[in-house]
């Protein structure tokens, strides 16, 4: 069979989830890595191509465009993966799905309703497939879950508890200039929210995902418990879901000796 290739923007030395992605795919083995604009800054970009042996090095996401579409459809790659901060996700998004190429965004999509509605008008004209990666629908465990509830095992879901904690946000850690904790610090880059969107989002399409239901009313605290800190790194939500279903939701940057502990207990 014949593999699906990639270009990635973003990703390079120092990031995070773009190596995440790539091994992903190499698991998988459908996928070949031929091209990237692996950072914002031409060297470094150029630099974490080279350390990865890419075919097709790029200095700039502008530059990747611009030479994919000079290449023939059995050239050029079948889709772009985006794993770039938010706030750059909307441009490039736009830019390749307005020349045709096939997206793969990471979440959350972008900052506004309105970037959303822009984007959907052009993935329908262009005819592309737009994917959005909430990666932990893939485990096997997860897919069960959801079969087990819409066969009924469960009987009517009557409560679910979702929770996603980390700890590595416990302190002002942005401050140092450690760049994951930055750019996710500042909201002209990271959006509205901080903690409910980087993984509150992965919690509430966990929810979604296995027990089918919609959110219809929502009451949330969101805190900033660092000091300075202008987005949330901590939330607590109670959901009203279809079928007069009870949800809780927690998410939280700042438990203290959490790793990365997702977990969902679904009541029937």
Not at 12 to 33: N, P, S, T, Y
Not at 38 to 56: F, N, Y
Not at 126 to 132: E, N, P, W, Y
């Amino acid at each position: 069979m014949k593999k699906l290739r990639y270009g990635m923007i973003g990703g390079g030395i120092d990031a995070f989830i773009g190596e995440v992605h790539r091994k992903a795919m190499a698991l998988d083995a459908q996928f070949e890595f031929i091209a990237g604009a692996l950072s914002s800054t031409p060297e470094k970009s150029l630099r974490s191509g080279q350390e990865l042996s890419l075919a097709r090095n790029y200095a700039s996401w502008q530059e990747m465009l611009k030479s994919e579409q000079a290449l023939s459809k059995e050239e050029r790659i079948d889709f772009v993966v985006i794993v770039t901060p938010n706030h750059l996700h909307f441009p490039i998004a736009k830019a390749f799905a307005s020349a045709g190429f096939n997206i793969v965004c990471d979440k959350p999509l972008v900052h506004t309703s309105q970037q959303a509605n822009e984007l959907k008008d052009i993935f329908q004209e262009k005819d592309i497939v737009f994917m959005l990666t909430h990666n932990y629908t893939g485990y096997p465990m997860v897919k069960q879950a959801r079969h087990m509830v819409k066969a009924g095992q469960l009987g009517k879901i009557r409560k679910i508890v979702v929770e996603y904690n980390q700890g590595w946000l416990a302190n002002n850690l942005a401050a140092s200039g450690q760049k994951q904790a930055s750019w996710r610090a500042d909201p002209a880059k990271s959006g509205i929210a901080g903690a409910m969107a980087d993984i509150g989002s992965h919690a509430e399409n966990l929810l979604s995902t296995i027990s089918g239901l919609k959110i219809e009313e929502i009451c949330a605290e969101l805190t900033s418990f660092v000091d300075g800190r202008l987005l949330d790194d901590d939330a607590n939500i109670l959901l009203r879901l279809e079928n007069n279903t009870k949800a809780v939701l927690m998410a939280s940057q700042i438990a203290v000796g959490e790793e990365n502990n997702l977990k969902i207990s679904i009541f029937g």
